[in-house]
């Protein structure tokens, strides 16, 4: 608790001591008024001169209001330790509600801890500590260990471990080295690192994570918004009719001592306090609970849209799969395994494409340059290269044609088919693929399970190799061979066809991917490691790799959206039912008061369920 909720405490119980002496002083008249003003004074103090302060700015109905008007007409009607307790429970209901949003602050507040105060530069032979907005981009900086990382950059020098627990919620630290890449918020555990700077502050994964958090409460739900336009005409209208109820009935039947005790019961009751805390309080919590689970959420209107997510949309290469090429198969044809894996390796070593590299990490070998000569790299074909003088082709079947080399069979593999060729034979091919990643097919399942209706999975892959990742992971539907423009095209048909009340997600991670997240419904970036724009047109960040969050998210979602309709009928139903019984005269005081305190108090401790989600 804070120092005011503190002093706040302290004043409850203080009123709640000279209170309870009051109820048993044998005082009669203006002597027990008196001796019940002290503690409705000391609780309720700052409840009136709120009232009064807002009736003075022109904000009339409120619940401040309300609540002065009903314990000033209890006191004036005699009903003076109904009047104490009143305000008494609407303060300790005021005090739930704050440190319920203190500590749904705090948890997103947390995140806050990743902001670096400092940076290490060197200069004159020595580090000095500047601040991070006055690091440019090409600096070399230094970092220490128990040191946070202070911007992006890459290793120059040194290694060590990360801690980026921060960011991704993942407890197990990462390994780098010299040429690796580190993002700023993680926290360096053990050897020096130099690293140099590759974005300005301000361009950081620090600096994005931060203001994604803090514009994200900027973003209300539909229900938020429905509530705050409910509590707008829902107030005045309550006070209207309470007024209504103690003038009509009292001048037809001149008991003005019945009708108006209940109107005061009709105020009280009436005070819309559960709702207008307890529903941004869920929606907060959410957002808290998701940030702890290494998921930015950038508001809650798109935490009540994930909760209807009835379709979701992959990208495949590096969402769904590895993202790195792989040698799956090796199929020879007149020599043994190896002897095809290290011609094809020797004649691909001199080449940066990324299937090149797959073969030659696979043959393991060292590099021998000397070992292949004339190297020609054919544009959209593959490699020729003389390897210990024999004539090598590595590449698809266009080249073998081209190099009128008979293929003898089509070959039907998951994945990219790179033939090789030997003075004018056909040698063999081998098989290279995108490996799904670990965790796909899993949060695929839990994604069934979570009440999604139906996986889809968009890619420009060939048609083989997009099919044998959809078989594997269980996906619903695949479509192949798409460029950026067609996923676009295919989302589109696919919103089309949803159902009525669900929504589209689609989750990707390269820079092709920016137009089709803008598109969905709700777009979802995978790894704040990823493409800026990616991250900038998606409405949720996975702050790393790992799909498995993505089903967690969901479930985030509509646990978050459960809470509040809970709220909302709970509400409702009780102060609806106290209003009819206080109208009649079948409530007193202290059913108005749990009407409103209780259910108060009732609602919070629901919402505040979502700050321990898992």
């Known amino acids: 608790m804070t120092r005011k909720q503190k002093k706040m405490l302290w004043r409850i119980l203080g009123g709640t001591a000279v209170f309870i002496l009051s109820l048993f002083l044998p005082l009669k008249g203006l002597a027990r008024l008196a001796v019940f003003l002290i503690p409705y004074a000391i609780a309720g103090w700052d409840v ?345 082709l590595a590449g698809n079947r266009r080249l073998m044609e081209r190099e009128g080399i008979s293929v003898p069979m089509d070959h039907k593999h998951a994945g990219t088919i790179i033939h090789v060729g030997v003075d004018g034979a056909y040698a063999g091919h081998l098989v290279i693929a995108d490996q799904p990643k670990e965790t796909s097919a899993q949060a695929l399942r839990e994604l069934k399970a979570a009440g999604v209706r139906q996986t889809v999975m968009l890619t420009g892959d060939a048609q083989g190799a997009a099919q044998a990742v959809a078989e594997k992971l269980g996906l619903d539907q695949f479509f192949a061979q798409l460029l950026p423009a067609d996923k676009v095209e295919r989302v589109e048909a696919l919103l089309a066809e949803k159902h009525p009340r669900e929504n589209l997600v689609f989750v990707g991670d390269g820079i092709n991917d920016a137009p089709v997240l803008s598109r969905a419904d709700i777009g979802v970036a995978m790894g704040a490691l990823g493409s800026d724009a990616a991250i900038e047109a998606a409405d949720i960040v996975l702050m790393d790799d790992d799909l498995l969050k993505l089903p967690v998210a969901v479930r985030i979602a509509r646990k978050t959206l459960t809470i509040v309709h809970q709220n909302v009928a709970f509400a409702l139903g009780v102060k609806l039912l106290v209003l009819i019984l206080s109208a009649v005269g079948q409530a007193n005081m202290w059913a108005a008061v749990f009407a409103d305190v209780g259910v108060s108090v009732l609602a919070i401790l629901n919402a505040s369920r979502m700050l321990k989600a898992k």
């Open 48 to 392: 009136l001169w709120k009232a009064v302060r807002n009736i003075c700015n022109g904000q009339v109905f409120d619940e401040n209001f309300l609540m002065s008007v009903a314990t000033i007409g209890a006191l004036m009607i005699g009903e003076y330790p109904e009047a104490v307790a009143v305000m008494l429970f609407y303060q300790v209901g005021e005090l739930f509600q704050n440190v319920a949003v203190s500590r749904s602050r705090q948890s997103i507040s947390e995140l806050m801890d990743i902001r670096p105060d400092y940076a290490n530069i060197e200069r004159d032979g020595q580090l000095i500590q500047v601040d991070p907005e006055a690091v440019a981009v090409g600096d070399v900086i230094v970092i220490k260990a128990g040191e946070r990382v202070p911007l992006d950059g890459t290793v120059l020098d040194g290694t060590s471990a990360l801690d980026t627990a921060a960011l991704t919620g993942e407890s197990l630290p990462r390994d780098v080295g010299e040429g690796d890449e580190v993002i700023s918020g993680c926290v360096n555990l053990s050897g020096l690192l130099r690293v140099r700077v590759s974005k300005p502050f301000g361009q950081s994964t620090v600096a994005r994570i931060l203001d994604l958090v803090e514009n994200s409460s900027e973003k209300k739900a539909q229900a938020e918004h429905f509530i705050t336009k409910f509590a707008r005409y829902y107030t005045p209208i309550v006070v209207l009719a309470a007024l209504a109820l103690a003038v009509v009935p009292s001048l037809l039947t001149g008991e003005w001592g019945v009708w108006t005790p209940r109107a005061l019961n009709f105020l009280v009751v009436s005070c819309p306090c559960a709702l207008v805390i307890s529903i941004p309080l869920s929606f907060f919590g959410g957002l808290g609970g998701a940030s702890k689970q290494g998921i930015l959420v950038k508001g809650s209107n798109y935490l009540e849209a994930l909760a209807q997510a009835g379709v979701v949309v992959f990208d495949k290469t590096g969402t769904l799969t590895q993202g790195k090429f792989s040698v799956t198969a090796v199929h020879p044809e007149g020599m043994d395994e190896k002897q095809l894996l290290e011609l094809a390796a020797l004649a691909e070593q001199f080449s940066t494409h990324p299937i090149s590299r797959s073969i030659v990490t696979a043959w393991g070998g060292a590099v021998q340059q000397e070992r292949a000569v004339d190297v020609e790299e054919i544009a959209g074909h593959g490699v020729r290269a003389a390897v210990d003088g024999r004539t090598v």
